[in-house]
């Protein structure tokens, strides 16, 4: 698909499992199981072998969440600035939308690592389609043509895939 306008890129990242046996004080604060812990690498090192590492991270600051994104970053080896919001912890999809809308438009590409069900609404929502099945650790790409952060709009982007743990696995993707 040719672009007239430049494309940003969203990289909508699903916290991995969470250990639902550990002691843990509020929902808040739930850790990853050591399936999570061992998906949010593989998410991580995925996005480096497909050239794809956002310039960007924003994620929620739950436990799991940030966990999630910090394996990630070190797994894929990325140099790009994170930041850690409340915001994305149990926000909707209008409270995403701006949130993004508030980025630096010299950012060509943002990833969001965040939680159920707002990111299955949140690919519907930018893709004007069906919200899809979104496993712990899934991740999609989401293309929108927009020059700035503030113009994105509902139904203005094309995902470009969506892939799980257990796609890449299946596929011998890290083996």
Known sequence: ?????????????????????????????????????????????????????????ISSTAVRARKTAELAIAAGDWDCPAAFTKALYGASVSGV???LRTADDALPSLMLVGHQPTWSELVAELTAGNPPH??????ARIDLEVERWRDVQPGAGVLRWLVTPKVLKNSGFDS
């Open 97 to 99: 939308l701006d949130l």
């Open 1 to 57: 698909m040719q672009y007239s306008l430049p494309v940003k890129t969203i990289f909508v990242l699903r916290h991995g499992k969470s250990d639902w046996h550990q002691d843990y004080g509020s929902d808040h604060d739930r850790p990853l199981a050591e399936r999570g812990i061992t998906a949010a690498g593989l998410m991580g090192r995925f996005l480096t072998q497909n050239s794809q590492v956002p310039a960007k991270i």
């Open 134 to 139: 979104f496993p712990t650790a899934a991740m």
